[in-house]
């Protein structure tokens, strides 16, 4: 059992490249999540699924878009990655939002040239 | 928005001693949720707090939710090389996703 795997684990991208960030879970939760992490920022939250087929926007979500299109898998993509784009990106899931304990996977980290 | 402060930044301790770390909101919380996050890992999820007033116990790790729920505090009795790594607080308020604080780094030195 995996519980949470994300691919890549790291990457460096020129700017204007598009590229996708890959998370998978087998636990069968429903909600799953993106963050980023910044240093001194804490994690902020870029885009949400409270179910399959369902997306929502976080706290900072310009400049990127996810899917959900079935519990297991949640691709985000940065459609023309930018330098402040840099940072570790972490996908969690929950079993069913909100209220409920986030997993996390391991991270990628990403770096824009 | 939320705004979720935390205290300390960071705190360097000697191994034995006590730490605390405190988590302020600025509005009213539904949940608070604590994790850790070990250097170059990932955030593990360590205790939740639903309840005003609200004291849990883990070995430890005492960690208390405000009379107000707009605060809560993680307390670490006797640290040890293994309390090593970031706290972050994460507050809900009613129906919203979390927003976590920005953490607090702990260093044990031994």
């Known amino acids: 059992i995996a519980g949470i795997t994300q691919a890549p684990t790291s990457q460096i991208l020129a700017a204007g490249r598009r590229m996708t960030l890959r998370c998978t879970q087998d636990?069968?939760?429903?909600?799953m999540y993106w963050y980023r992490q910044d240093l001194g920022l804490g994690l902020r939250l870029i885009h949400y699924?409270?179910?399959?087929?369902?997306?929502g926007k976080g706290e900072v979500p310009d400049g990127y878009s996810v899917s959900r299109a079935n519990t297991d898998d949640f691709p985000l993509t940065l459609a023309s990655a930018v330098p402040s784009q840099t940072s570790v990106y972490f996908c969690?899931?929950?079993?069913?939002?909100?209220?409920?304990?986030?997993?996390f996977g391991p991270g990628t980290r990403l770096t824009v040239l | 928005g939320q705004q979720v402060m935390q205290i300390p930044q960071y705190q360097h301790v000697q191994e034995g001693e006590d730490f605390t770390t405190y988590c302020n909101s600025s509005?009213?919380?539904?949940?608070i949720q604590w994790y850790k996050q070990r250097p170059g890992g990932h955030p593990v999820f360590l205790i939740q707090?639903?309840?005003?007033?609200e004291v849990k116990k883990q070995k430890r790790l005492t960690f208390q939710f405000g009379e107000a729920k707009k605060n809560s505090s993680l307390h670490i009795t006797a640290t040890q090389t293994t309390d090593v790594g970031t706290y972050f607080c994460?507050?809900?308020?009613?129906?919203?996703?979390?927003?976590f604080g920005p953490g607090t780094r702990l260093s044990v030195l031994p």
């Open positions: 994460a507050v809900s308020s009613y129906g919203q996703n979390f927003v």
């Open positions: 636990m069968r939760h429903n909600a």
């Open positions: 969690a899931s929950s079993p069913t939002g909100f209220t409920d304990t986030q997993y």
């Open positions: 707090l639903v309840k005003s007033g």
């Open positions: 699924s409270n179910t399959a087929g369902t997306t």
């Open positions: 509005t009213t919380l539904s949940n």
